[in-house]
Nanobody, 123 residues
Framework: QVQLVESGGGLVQAGGSLRLSCAAS????????MGWFRQAPGKEREFVAG????????DYSDSVKGRFTISRDNVKNTVYLQMSILKPEDTAVYYC????????????????WGKGTLVTVSS
């Protein structure tokens, strides 16, 4: 099992930047592929970005590609989401998630979830 705690959310102006962090418990962090998902008000939770166990491969939603960057530090047991050129439509609760055996980035395939951190982008 793994416990995930997100941090770094807040209020930011459109065009600004924000970095989210997700701290994971345990010494087996590198066994997990990690992803960021988000849920905007009135919408379904959606995939944002994912990263492989080693950090060598990443995937992004088309809506954030080129603006967001996911990374991980397996020594610190932490995954990051660097968000730039933020838009009001990026406003959502952002969730960190982990799984060991999945091969797709869907919210129902992830095994562990953090409780989320709110990102609000104003215009």
């Amino acid at each position: 099992q793994v416990q995930l705690v997100e941090s770094g959310g807040g209020l930011v102006q459109a065009g600004g930047s924000l970095r989210l962090s997700c701290a994971a418990s345990g010494r087996t962090f590198s066994y997990y592929r990690m992803g960021w998902f988000r849920q905007a008000p009135g919408k379904e939770r959606e995939f944002v970005a994912g990263i492989s166990r080693s950090g060598g491969s990443t995937d992004y939603s088309d809506s954030v590609k080129g603006r967001f960057t996911i990374s991980r530090d397996n020594v610190k047991n932490t995954v990051y989401l660097q968000m730039s050129i933020l838009k009001p439509e990026d406003t959502a609760v952002y969730y960190c998630a982990a799984d060991r055996f999945g091969s797709t980035w869907s919210d129902y395939t992830m095994d562990y979830w953090g409780k989320g951190t709110l990102v609000t982008v104003s215009s």
